[in-house]
């Protein structure tokens, strides 16, 4: 997006008129400082998240990437015989539990995401919508901003692993990259692989949702679906999808902003 790549290349937390100026939506309405702040500490009956425990040490990106990290009958065997990363490291991992230097398969991802089509739980979204995946949990609770910071400006996550600047979204940028998308709903999909680790998490997924409201569009969220492959083959089905730190799509999705 223009403006995420004009904030790049001059990121002066003083000065963020580029994602500041109106945009056409559908009620007229767009944020400012005063309605962030508002948001954010408005009174909430949060919860911890509904995470089952056999998902919590799921890493389907890094099963995928670097054949690390998957489930096999000696390592979380309990999810081995049933997850696309159990099935994916059967298929595609050699022995010695590396890739091959040029990257994961996809292909065979997408086949194995395809081919849960149908079955209880799996469902793609309206073709029409614009899905919006956030990554909660740890990479946003122990990060040094607060949720208004974050709305605010963006921040860098917790984990120097995510080198991407201001990899944590600020509401402006979703905003911008949901009026570019010309979408009239909005879907906000997103989790956390430790279940207490939410205040923060879930404060800036309300405000991104309650915003989008404001702004005239029909916007729905849904953060505890329980389970990484219904989550994952939601997103990749998706015809627009903003994804953030942590996710990597198989094809589909047809067209993804981010």
Not at 45 to 52: D, E, I, M, V
Not at 170 to 176: C, K
Not at 247 to 252: A, E, K, L
């Amino acid at each position: 997006m223009a403006e995420r790549w004009k904030y790049v290349r001059e990121p002066n937390d003083n000065n963020l008129t580029w994602y500041r100026e109106v945009k056409d939506t559908p009620s007229g309405w767009w944020p400012d400082d005063g309605w962030i702040r508002s948001c954010v500490d408005q009174p909430r009956n949060l919860t911890p998240f509904h995470t089952y425990p056999v998902w919590k040490d799921y890493r389907l990106g890094d099963c995928v990437k670097l054949c690390r990290g998957c489930p096999t009958p000696d390592d979380h065997a309990e999810l081995a015989d049933w997850t696309i990363a159990g099935e994916y490291y059967d298929l595609a991992c050699p022995p010695n539990g590396f890739m091959h230097e040029k990257g994961g398969n996809e292909t065979l991802l997408e086949i194995l995401v395809d081919a849960r089509e149908g079955e209880e739980g799996f469902h793609s979204p309206d073709p029409g919508a614009i899905v919006i995946h956030l990554r909660l949990g740890d990479k946003i609770e122990l990060a040094g901003a607060d949720a208004y910071e974050i709305l605010r400006s963006g921040a860098e996550p917790y984990d120097t692993s995510f080198r991407g600047y201001r990899a944590l979204k600020s509401l402006y940028e979703f905003m911008t990259d949901v009026f570019q998308s010309a979408s009239s709903s909005v879907i906000i999909r997103g989790g956390s692989q430790w279940p207490n680790m939410y205040e923060k998490s879930k404060t800036y997924a309300h405000c991104i949702r309650d915003a989008m409201e404001m702004a005239g569009y029909d916007a729905t969220m849904n953060l505890d679906e329980g389970n990484a492959d219904a989550d994952f083959f939601y997103m990749s089905h998706s015809r627009k999808v903003i994804v953030t730190l942590g996710v990597s799509m198989c094809s589909p999705p047809r067209g993804t902003l981010g």
